[in-house]
Structures are given as C-alpha cells and as structure tokens.
C-alpha cells in the first residue's frame, strides 16, 4: 500500500509517500511559510526538485497542494488520490495516553488536543495538519504516531523529578522523552544489524542531531533517556543548553533583565554550541573552526561530546550493562570526529574504534573493532520509514 506520511510544524510541512511493500520513497518534500505566504518543494523519485510559490494562508491549502502534486498528469507519483491507502502523522506530545501509535478517531483528537499544553508550539499544529487531511481525505484511514510513545515504558524512577509530588499530579510534570520513533526504529535496527536478540539487549541509542537526545533501551523497552517534560533537558544541542543548573535562570534574569519568557528564548536559541562557540549551530562549522584554530569552536565541540560520554556511563549504570551503541541523526551519522571523541571516554568499557570503519558514511556500519567488548555502530535513522510501519501495522 501507499502511505503519506505527514509531519506539520506551525509554519510547515514536510512529506514523503511511501510504497510500503518496497519501501520505496514515491515523492516528498515540504511546504514552507504556511500562513506568511507559501512554498511547495515536491520532488518525484528519481526526478529533480520542482519549487512553486503559492499561497498558503492555511495546512489546508497547503495539504491540497501537495496532494494536487501527487496526482500531477505530468510529475505525479500516482495516478489518482485512491491510490493513497492510508496516512501516518507524527504528533509531538502523546503525554501519558499514548504508549502506542493508533488509529486517528475523534477520540484520539480530543485526547491530543488535551496535550496540547505539554507541547504548545507542536500538537495544535499536528491537529491542523490531521483535520486538514481528514477534510481532503475523507474516508482514507489515518494513525497517529507520537514522539513520546516510545518512552513511556520508563519506570517511575527514571520519569519522576525531584519536585513535589503534586506538580506530578496536578501539571502532569515528569519526564517524557522525545524523538521516540528515532530512537524505537534505531534500537530494532541494530539488534538486527548486529543479529542480536532484542529482547535481551541492552542498547544505547545517541541520537545526535540539531536537538539530540539519548536513550537506554532493554529488552527492546526504553528505560530511560536524556530529553524530559520538553525537549530542553539533557544533551548540549544546536542552540539549546541541555542539562543547566535551574538557579542560573533567576542569575541571568536579574543580571541581563529578562523575564522568564526572555531566559528561556536564551535557554532554547542562543545557547548550545552555538552559545559556547559564538560561530555557528552546524558541526561542520564548528569542525572547520577548529581545525582553523577556534578556541570557541573547540570548546563547544568538547562540552558536546563529553556531554554525551557522560549520559552513556550514566545509562550503562541504569542498564547494569551495554551490548551495544548507536549512533544516528545528521551529527550522529556523519560526524566521525565526535565519534571517536565520544568513544575515547569509553575506553573502561572495552570499547575500541576502527578509524578506518568510523571514516565511512552512508548505511549501516560497525565501527568498533573485532575485539571490542562493547559493539558500536552508525545507524541511520529514518522516522518517516517508521512512521511508515506503523501507520501499516494498525491498517492492515
Ligand atoms: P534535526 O532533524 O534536529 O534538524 P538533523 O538530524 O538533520 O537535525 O541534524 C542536523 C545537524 O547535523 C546539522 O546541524 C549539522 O550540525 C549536522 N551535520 C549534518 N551533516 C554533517 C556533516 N557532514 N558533518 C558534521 N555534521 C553534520
């Protein structure tokens, strides 16, 4: 069958249809500056690009536009929107209803819209983009498939900050994770990359991108991982500062002047390596600023990778173990240095790298050597395949 699969942001689009019995990409793209004026990015396999501005005053139109390219006479990837048997949407915030994908009814739209709070620049535009297809598609099945499903088998433990109890009840505050279908589609493929028995695995998956999060995953099952009640908490990240000391937020208020709306636009956009650097949020900058001399660029590159060894020692303890480490997302998958820089500190593990492996890009490759204790590998993520799968799983 065909799935569109579906991800809106407040001011985008982005799309691909997939052959799910080949796995084959048929087209995507995305649609930009929705509501300021409008962009379509379409792109048939195996054909260039094509741009068209038009506007977009809303998801609908946009949605409409995209579906007109699917069945364009000359450039379409299908010959009529009967051929889309199904659609699968990535939805931010499940909260604590959705530890699965599921079918999309008016149920599961109430049920998201009650998130809506948990992550309000996000679920409200999932839920244009879902009404929206539901008004063009009327009758073509759809699923819902959700950034913090994947993490919602982590034990309290892990979930539960050390807050009053209440905020828990009352504001639903606690850990949730994110990038979940990353992290899920990563740690089933490495198990069957490496033949190993997923079921009792102990996988950590780096997921290393402009936001980057990490994950303990065993027996298949997240346990824990590094993003919490939003995506700020963990990792140092393109512009975002991970893990702070919360007082710094009332220190920098009072010295810089700022409300709390203005520490958090620091907190989410100006901090990261991008703060630390002073240069760029873009490894390969920073990678070129370093080997050019930048103290700042090196600095942002060691606070990033030391960041990430520590979150790995931490989730080896919360595992009693590691069989085995993933690295994936754009910094994950092609930055080699922070790789070998990352697995430096892991030397007390048993791990050893293969520089000429770890210097090769594109699909699956192990970059530990033979006698590593622990095997490492790059793993290329591919949410939209995984929210392929899914929305096929819960259709068939
Ligand atoms: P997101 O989906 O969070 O926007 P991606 O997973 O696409 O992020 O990763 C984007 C980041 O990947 C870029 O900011 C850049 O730092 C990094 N990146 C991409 N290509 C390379 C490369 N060849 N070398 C180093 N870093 C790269």
Redesign the pocket.
């Known amino acids: 069958m065909n799935v569109l699969v579906i991800n809106c942001g407040s001011s985008s689009l982005k799309y691909q249809l997939i052959n799910s019995d080949t796995e084959d990409v048929l087209a995507k793209g995305l649609c930009e500056r929705i509501g300021i004026d409008g962009r379509l990015v379409y792109q048939k396999a195996g054909c260039d690009k094509e741009i068209t501005e038009a506007a977009m005053p809303t998801h609908k139109e946009a949605i409409q536009m995209v579906l007109d390219a699917l069945v364009n006479e000359k450039t379409g990837a299908v010959k009529s929107l009967s051929e889309v048997n199904a659609v699968g949407h990535r939805i931010v915030h499940g909260g604590e209803k959705f530890a699965s994908s599921v079918i999309i009814t008016d149920e599961v739209l109430d049920a998201v819209a009650e998130c809506n709070d948990l992550a309000p620049l996000h679920n409200p535009a999932n839920l244009i983009g879902i009404n929206a297809c539901k008004e063009l598609m009327p009758g073509v099945p759809m699923v819902a498939v959700f950034d913090t499903a994947f993490h919602q088998t982590m034990p309290q433990k892990a979930y539960l900050y050390g807050l009053p109890y209440e905020y828990y009840e009352k504001y639903k505050v606690r850990r949730y994770g994110f990038h979940g279908t990353s992290h899920s589609f990563v740690s089933k493929e490495i198990a069957s990359f490496l033949g190993m028995d997923l079921d009792h695995s102990k996988i950590i998956v780096c997921?290393?991108?402009?936001?980057?999060s990490i994950s303990a995953v065993k027996d298949g099952k997240c346990v824990d991982t590094s993003m919490g009640l939003t995506p700020l908490e963990g990792l140092v990240m393109?512009t975002r500062s991970g893990d702070i000391d919360p007082a710094i937020m009332e220190y920098i208020a009072k010295k810089e002047n700022l409300d709390i709306a203005g520490v958090m636009n620091v907190l989410n956009k100006k901090s990261g390596v991008e703060g630390i650097s002073g240069l760029s949020?873009?490894?390969?900058?920073?990678?070129d600023g370093m080997n050019a001399g930048n103290k700042r660029a090196e600095a942002a590159v060691e606070v990033f990778c030391y960041r990430v060894a520590k979150y790995v020692g931490a989730y080896v303890a919360a595992m009693n173990g590691v069989d085995a480490i993933a690295f994936t997302?754009?910094?994950?998958?092609?930055?080699g240095l922070?790789r070998e820089k990352v697995c430096e500190y892991l030397g007390y593990l048993g791990i050893a790298i293969d520089k000429e492996e770890n210097a090769k890009?594109g699909d699956n490759v192990v970059i530990s050597t033979a006698d590593s204790k622990v095997k490492v590998a790059v793993i290329p993520?591919n949410e939209e395949l995984a929210i392929c799968r899914e929305t096929v799983a819960l259709v068939k």
């Open positions: 997921h290393l991108g402009n936001g980057a393109g949020s873009d490894f390969r900058d920073l990678v997302a754009g910094i994950g998958e092609n930055a922070v890009r993520t």
